[in-house]
């Protein structure tokens, strides 16, 4: 299973679902095989590691965010992941303008997993405090356990 996180810069919510669904990952269900990347539709920041109120907030819930880069969806993402899941629905209607017709059952949004949550999409923190921060990862580890949850109904048995 290979699985795609998209916002709009890249350097915000996508990078901080990209380490959070990695992690738990790592810690929960290590027998589960699911690659994550993450992508932005803008090219604003091509090549640029994560803000520093990401990297921050996410650090004091010990998710490592300091490696990864921005860059923008790609036409081949549409057919190399599964599963395509946008931060909010300006970005959802982006990957939909942008998908092949067939591919386009990919694309969801990423709080479908977190039905239990009030807001259904993740708020762009940019231009925000950093109480904005701490929300998206709120919102980012709730969809993430529940991400989980489907990926272990859908894994096959042993
Ligand atoms: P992100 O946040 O989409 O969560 O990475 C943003 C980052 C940069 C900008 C907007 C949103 N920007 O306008 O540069």
């Known amino acids: 299973m290979k699985i795609l996180f998209v916002c709009l810069g890249n350097i915000c919510r996508s990078p901080t679902a990209e380490a959070v669904l990695r992690g738990v990952l790592a810690r929960e269900a290590p027998e589960l095989d699911v690659t994550v990347d993450s992508a932005g539709t803008s090219n604003y920041h091509p090549g640029a590691a994560p803000d520093r109120r990401s ?57 479908d997993y977190a039905p239990e949550q009030r807001l259904r999409e993740v708020p762009d923190p940019y231009y925000g405090g950093p109480r904005g921060f701490e929300d998206v990862l709120d919102l980012i580890e709730a969809a993430s356990r529940g991400l989980l949850r489907r990926l272990r109904e859908q894994a096959p048995q042993p």
């Open 55 to 111: 990297q921050a907030v996410a650090r004091e819930r010990a998710y490592d965010l300091s490696g990864l880069r921005a860059r923008q969806v790609r036409a081949a993402d549409f057919v190399q992941f599964d599963l395509i899941l946008a931060m909010d629905r300006r970005n959802l209607e982006e990957l939909l303008r942008m998908a092949p017709a067939g591919m386009r059952r990919k694309i969801q949004l990423f709080l």
